[in-house]
């Protein structure tokens, strides 16, 4: 990593780099668990993906193991699954991107013009108490509150609008995603907030004052002085989740999959996990998740430059 | 919590029709939201200390009916709970204080401008947020050091997250002047000394944040126990009450439809996912109000840069 130092920068006297490096060696002592971390666990697996272009067996090991080229893509882009494992984790992934994505910036929107500080205060420290909660108990909440005996919502629906059968939410694939989706605004919107929140915090008062003064009327001021000041952020968090494209977290999907509905819920993480983990074919559900994770970084360098080009706000 | 703005002006001049009504909109857009977000929870409460056949019946939709603990007593007995709990808080505690060790020191590392090369680590550091090895190769590397089964494997993996460490650094990079250093180093201290009786001292704050997100992360933390670890004694929390809350759905599941078909042990186990939820969240919820201030202060940090 040293040699990494600009080293073109020639001193008068003695090269400034080198300068540095005794003085600042010491440094490194405080970087080297992080970076031996990163190394061991990021960078080594990095250069372990090579057994996706080869036929992996243990005892010739990851470099002794024979090169197949190609053949696990094959393998993978002609099986029965490719194309319901490719649409399954986009629907997923871009239903709740859209879904997600514009409402934490309308609660952040409203909180911001609710008149009492205290009730807003107190809804936002609601809205986030379900961000806490672990991917095994919101599943299990889901289940609890859904299911067709006894669950919240097949309760409600009972008392409320008459229903005389249960609907049988876990047990149909047509309401997986909405449950995926919901559940997932219903825990991280007061989260996603917080950084609109924090940025409308930093409009000055003044230019509000100025719009009052103007005629601009509550909906005006949200529309013309708070949205244009929190679009930069929203963005950049945009790009990011663009770059999570096909990267649907595998814990939540996994846990919520069951027979009924595994036809929809049965996405590229899942599925190399099944074929990995569970039944051993390393090369090929290596070549499964190399594919996924190339269209996701794709995707990312590719999104980003866009927005940079047009709004001037990009990652790097 | 200053992020609520002063938007608000505090002479105003004259409310008009439309913004009362808009005001007005927001309370009770705000409200059913709130409710929307509390209200399960609530139930989920309610529900774990009523009468099942109460609960299937709706009668504890706002108050518990049929108040009892025969859930808790049934959860007491379960051993594999608490052997979870055990190993979850030896994990997080573990895991917690190896995470620090990594993270604060390197986020200080990297905040500094004149350390050699600091540009180009970090960049290969934030590359691994978008690109990784999946999940395959990243097991072969965790088997050839032989941390497969072993519970040293829930500590260790986890422990560096590059996100924190970005947060940390904008932390250091806007909270350690540039003169301390300057005159410390006109004293001869050294960067270690610096950073251990200068540096940590003032980074309450930033120490606090990263605890506790890493805390929270090895506490719901639940993937890497499935991937790694088969034999039960080591299990964490998380994946016994999978267990636990999936076994009683595969019951439940079964019994669709046919309400009629049920004994007394069933709803037991019924009411007892409300319990485990109940259980397992409880430390989480009793923290909650003191800590979360502090994962905000998180967010605010990290948002500054990055």
Redesign the interface.
């Known amino acids: 990593?040293?040699q990494?130092?600009p080293a073109i920068l020639v001193g008068k006297k003695q090269n400034p780099?080198v300068k540095?490096?005794k003085?600042?060696w010491?440094?490194?002592?405080?970087?080297l668990?992080?970076?031996a971390?990163?190394i061991?666990?990021?960078?080594?697996?990095?250069?372990?993906?090579q057994?996706a272009f080869r036929d992996y067996n243990p005892w010739d090991g990851?470099t002794g193991s024979p090169w197949v080229g190609l053949e696990n893509f094959k393998r993978f882009f002609s099986s029965a699954q490719f194309w319901s494992l490719l649409g399954n984790t986009m629907a997923l992934s871009v239903y709740s991107l859209i879904a997600s994505f514009p409402i934490p910036i309308i609660?952040a929107l409203?909180?911001?013009?609710?008149?009492?500080?205290k009730?807003?205060?107190?809804?936002?420290?609601?809205?986030?108490?379900?961000h806490?909660?672990?991917?095994?108990?919101l599943?299990?909440?889901i289940?609890?509150?859904f299911?067709?005996?006894?669950g919240?919502v097949n309760?409600?629906l009972?008392?409320l609008f008459g229903f005389k059968?249960?609907v049988?939410f876990?047990?149909h694939s047509k309401y997986f995603r909405h449950l995926y989706v919901w559940s997932g605004i219903?825990q991280n919107?007061?989260?996603s907030s917080?950084?609109y929140?924090?940025?409308?915090?930093?409009?000055s008062?003044e230019i509000?004052?100025a719009a009052?003064?103007d005629g601009a009327?509550?909906?005006q001021r949200i529309r013309y002085v708070?949205f244009p000041s929190i679009l930069p952020?929203a963005v950049i968090l945009f790009i990011m989740n663009m770059?999570k494209f096909l990267s649907v977290g595998?814990?939540k999907v996994y846990?919520m999959q069951?027979d009924?509905n595994l036809q929809v819920s049965e996405i590229i993480?899942t599925y190399?996990?099944k074929i990995?983990?569970l039944s051993a074919q390393?090369s090929y559900?290596?070549a499964v998740?190399?594919f996924?994770?190339v269209i996701?970084?794709t995707l990312?360098v590719v999104v980003n430059r866009i927005s940079g080009k047009i709004t001037g706000s990009s990652l790097w | 919590?200053?992020?609520?703005?002063?938007?608000?002006?505090k002479n105003?001049?004259r409310v008009?029709r439309?913004?009362l009504i808009?005001?007005i909109c927001?309370?009770i857009?705000?409200?059913i939201?709130?409710l929307?977000?509390?209200y399960?929870?609530y139930?989920?409460v309610t529900?774990s200390i009523s009468d099942?056949v109460a609960?299937?019946s709706?009668q504890t939709?706002l108050l518990p009916k049929g108040i009892n603990l025969d859930t808790y007593r049934a959860i007491f007995n379960e051993k594999r709970i608490w052997t979870g709990y055990r190993n979850t808080i030896i994990y997080t505690v573990l895991g917690t204080a190896l995470s620090l060790?990594?993270?604060i020191?390197?986020g200080?590392?990297?905040s500094?401008n004149?350390?050699?090369?600091a540009g180009?680590?970090m960049k290969?550091?934030v590359f691994?947020m978008?690109?990784?090895?999946?999940?395959?190769?990243?097991?072969?590397?965790?088997k050839g050091?032989g941390l497969v089964n072993q519970p040293a494997v829930m500590v260790i993996?986890g422990?560096?997250s590059?996100y924190d460490?970005i947060i940390t650094r904008s932390f250091f990079v806007s909270n350690i002047p540039q003169e301390m250093l300057e005159a410390a180093?006109l004293d001869g201290c050294?960067?270690?000394r610096f950073?251990t009786s200068i540096v940590i001292p003032l980074s309450g704050a930033i120490i606090a944040v990263i605890a506790l997100y890493s805390a929270?992360g090895y506490?719901?933390?639940?993937?890497n126990a499935l991937?790694y670890l088969s034999k039960q004694e080591y299990f964490p929390l998380?994946?016994i009450?999978?267990d636990l809350?999936?076994v009683s759905?595969t019951m439940?599941?079964s019994?669709?439809?046919d309400?009629h078909a049920?004994q007394a042990a069933l709803r037991l186990a019924?009411t007892m996912?409300?319990g485990?939820?109940i259980v397992?969240?409880v430390p989480?919820l009793v923290l909650?109000?003191f800590i979360?201030k502090f994962?905000?202060k998180g967010?605010?940090i990290g948002?500054i840069k990055g």
């Open positions: 990593m040293k990494a130092a780099t540095l490096l003085r600042n010491d440094l490194y002592l405080l970087l668990p992080a970076l971390y990163i061991i666990l990021h960078y080594i697996p990095l250069y372990g993906v057994i990851i609660f409203l909180l911001n013009q609710c008149a009492s500080k009730f807003g205060k107190v809804t936002q420290m609601i809205s986030y108490m379900p806490f909660i672990s991917v095994v108990v599943v299990g909440i289940n609890v509150m299911q067709a005996r006894g919240l309760i409600l009972a008392q059968d249960p049988l876990l047990s219903w919107t007061g989260w917080i950084i929140i924090a940025s409308l915090s930093s409009v008062p509000h004052e009052i003064v009327s509550k909906l708070d952020t770059g595998f814990e846990l069951n009924a993480s190399t996990y990995g983990i390393y559900s290596s998740g190399l996924n994770n996701n970084f990312l | 919590m200053s992020q609520l703005s002063a938007a608000a002006p105003r001049v008009t439309s913004d808009f005001d927001v309370y857009v705000l409200g939201f709130a929307i977000v509390a399960p929870l139930f989920v529900a099942p609960i299937n709706g939709l060790f990594c993270k020191p390197a200080y590392a990297l500094r004149d350390l050699p090369g180009i680590i290969l550091m691994t978008y690109f990784s090895g999946g999940l395959i190769p990243t097991y072969l590397v965790v050091l993996l422990c560096v590059v460490i180093h050294t960067n270690l950073f929270v506490w719901n933390g639940f993937f991937i998380q994946l009450i999978r809350l999936l759905q439940a599941s019994t669709d439809g309400p049920v019924e996912k409300y485990i939820i397992c969240s989480m909650y109000p979360q994962f905000v967010v605010m948002g």
